[in-house]
């Protein structure tokens, strides 16, 4: 299975960005759905962005227009990058990778977790 490692969190003030990294093994990264969930204080864990093989991408309404997820095959990595972040976004964002066969999902790998702190 694929090892996921997620970087690039911290603290930064309300309207500035942060862009994320997720750094995987990568023996099927290229074929495989990436994607970005959140968990916040008290709150459900919750998809952030999503990113197929093919490039198509999904968003959670509450990042649109914001937040944009990428993926660079040749560097078994994806990424999340955060713009005019706000307060609420602050929660610990995990990076997934989903690889789906004929016979339905093969694996699920999440990584442990980038804290993400907007101050305002």
């Known amino acids: 299975q694929v090892q996921l490692v997620e970087s690039g969190g911290g603290l930064v003030q309300a309207g500035g960005s942060l862009r994320l990294s997720c750094a995987g093994s990568?023996?099927?990264?290229?074929?495989?759905?990436m994607a970005w969930y959140r968990q916040a204080p008290g709150k459900q864990r919750e998809l952030v962005a999503r990113?197929?093989?093919?490039?198509?991408?999904n968003y959670a309404d509450s990042v649109k227009g914001r937040f944009t997820i990428s993926r660079d095959n040749a560097k078994n990595t994806a990424y999340l990058e955060m713009n005019s972040l706000k307060p609420e976004d602050t929660a610990v964002y995990f990076c997934?990778?989903?690889?789906?066969?004929?016979?339905?999902?093969?694996?699920?790998?999440w990584g442990q977790g980038t804290q993400v702190t907007v101050s305002s």
């Open positions: 997934t990778i989903r690889v789906v066969g004929t016979s339905g999902t093969l694996f699920t790998s």
């Open positions: 990568g023996a099927m990264f290229s074929i495989a759905t």
């Open positions: 990113i197929f093989m093919g490039g198509t991408t």
